[in-house]
């Protein structure tokens, strides 16, 4: 296989669907069957409005996508995989003459088969949430569960059932209407009707740097701010709040291989649901519309491209 099509990211705002090239495969490779892509409403929103700040390996064309469920077409003779096997893939650098950031949004991928992780096929679509699920996995690493997530977006939702999952009863905060609803064993409310300022452990996966120094007012001593969105400007907040609550500020990157297996033995065990989570779907040719929705719609917790649909 020499070619794929692929979503193109020419340039800010400018979305295709366009054939490139893909590397050969190796005796480690295998060569994945897209079924479905998520859409990331953090990083990939960035990259859409040219907002993303620079890192190495950053450039326009690009294909995005770290969210992608697909099937086993071609296994390697080292690659440790088996045809037919259904695998989540983390984003894939395969292509040729054009970035892979992060790559995952196309029909055909080659990937290493130690990079990609087997799920049940019943998981179906949901499959495509097992990064954000793991993202919010990690966000637990080295802390305390969450007493107040910010922000009922997907990211929001799949923090407080892992926090229900796991003993924890969480509460949320988020003002618009459109999105009060879903919860899952714990409440969610606007903000403006809590006046609670003893919160232990508060997460924000709002990406909105502005409410740092709200949160940290509502924080009991010794509390903990954990950053678990991706934030395009610089943060700051005023100190002496901070320093007399002895605040305690922590951000969450990117999840490990750990955090995945975590996730994947809570949804065995039947204790983390992903069902309710995927709100729109669209087939891959309506791409560009379908990026657009999932960025301005707020009603849209989670976009996902159907690429069985591939013409």
Excluded at 79 to 101: D, K, M, Y
Excluded at 173 to 190: F, L, Q, T
Aim: hydrophobic share 45%; charged share 20%.
């Amino acid at each position: 296989m020499k070619n794929t099509l692929a979503i193109v990211l020419r340039e800010p705002r400018s979305i295709a669907l366009d054939q490139v090239g893909l590397i050969a495969a190796t005796d480690v490779d295998v060569v994945v069957e897209v079924l479905w892509s998520g859409i990331s409403t953090g990083t990939e929103r960035l990259l859409w409005t040219g907002r993303m700040p620079h890192f190495p390996g950053m450039q326009y064309p690009l294909i995005p996508g770290y969210e992608t469920v697909g099937v086993i077409r071609e296994a390697g003779p080292a690659a440790n995989r088996s045809v037919g096997e259904h695998v989540f893939v983390p984003g894939a650098r395969c292509f040729q003459g054009i970035s892979g950031l992060f790559g995952g949004a196309a029909h055909h991928l080659v990937v290493p088969g130690a990079k990609v992780i087997p799920v049940p096929a019943s998981l179906g679509e949901n499959g495509v949430l097992l990064a954000l699920a793991a993202t919010a996995s990690h966000a637990f690493v080295g802390g305390a569960l969450p007493d107040l997530i910010i922000g009922h977006g997907v990211l929001g939702r799949l923090l407080a059932r892992l926090t229900v999952a796991l003993g924890g009863s969480p509460l949320v905060w988020e003002k618009n209407p459109i999105r009060m609803s879903g919860a899952v064993g714990y409440e969610v409310v606007d903000p403006s009707t809590d006046a609670r300022c003893d919160y232990r452990s508060i997460y924000d996966v709002s990406g909105d740097g502005r409410l740092l120094d709200t949160l940290i007012a509502r924080l009991a001593r010794g509390g903990e701010i954990v950053l678990g969105g991706f934030y395009e400007a610089p943060l700051s907040f005023v100190f002496p709040p901070a320093f007399m609550r002895e605040a305690r500020l922590r951000i969450a990157a990117e999840f490990q291989p750990a955090d995945l297996a975590n996730v994947m033995a809570l949804i065995t065990d039947g204790r983390l649901s992903l069902d309710g989570l995927v709100t729109h779907r669209s087939p891959v040719g309506d791409a560009a519309k379908a990026y657009e929705t999932a960025f301005a719609d707020p009603a849209c917790v989670k976009m996902i491209l159907d690429w069985r649909t591939c013409p």
